[in-house]
């Protein structure tokens, strides 16, 4: 049965077991469908607009995206294996995939559904995206601090797991 578009308030939920993804109607707090996904849905976000949902599959090396008009995976991307968190930038143009089994941080361009590039990153296990773009943050299992030009080279500022980036002169991200 193909489930029709609705304007309904919904609710995306990673279900890790049963390796889809609920939708819930918001107003009524029910289950309106589940959607398959790879193994292991762990991180899931949603464009500012609500059009996409992007979820990180860990059993697998894959990010779906989900078109919330028709609740259906439309695209696969894949990212290297194991993702976890996924981060999205606020104007909603990248999501920050970390690429944990592949020891890298991965930039996904929404509009083409595309990987942008990818960033060294040892072991990345969440993250998150200053209003700006100019700050990220990446939270590591085993290294305390993402240094190094990878990130500078794409405008990006590290910062110790666990505080938040400062500002550079010029450069500031009030929301950092």
Known sequence: ???????RPKAYVGLFKDNA?????TSTNQVLTTIPVPPGPHGLVVTP????????????????VIDTATDRVVRQIEVG????????SPDGRQVLVAGFGAN?????????????GQIPVPQPHNSAIGRSRAHVQVSML???LVRGGALKRRGYHGAPSGRPGRP?????DPAS
């Not at 049965?1 to 304007?7: D, H, K, V, W």
């Not at 993804?21 to 109607?25: E, F, G, N, S, T």
């Not at 294996?81 to 999205?88: E, F, N, R, V, Y």
């Open 104 to 116: 890298h941080a991965v930039l996904i361009d929404t509009t083409s559904d595309q990987v942008a």
């Open 1 to 7: 049965m193909t489930p029709e578009p609705t304007s």
């Open 81 to 88: 294996p194991t993702p976890h968190g996924l981060a999205i």
């Open 168 to 172: 550079r002169a010029g450069r500031g």
């Open 142 to 144: 085993s290294a305390p």
């Open 21 to 25: 993804v609920a939708v819930l109607d």
């Open 49 to 64: 607009d609500g059009r996409k949902v992007y979820v990180s599959s860990d059993g697998a090396s894959t990010v779906s």
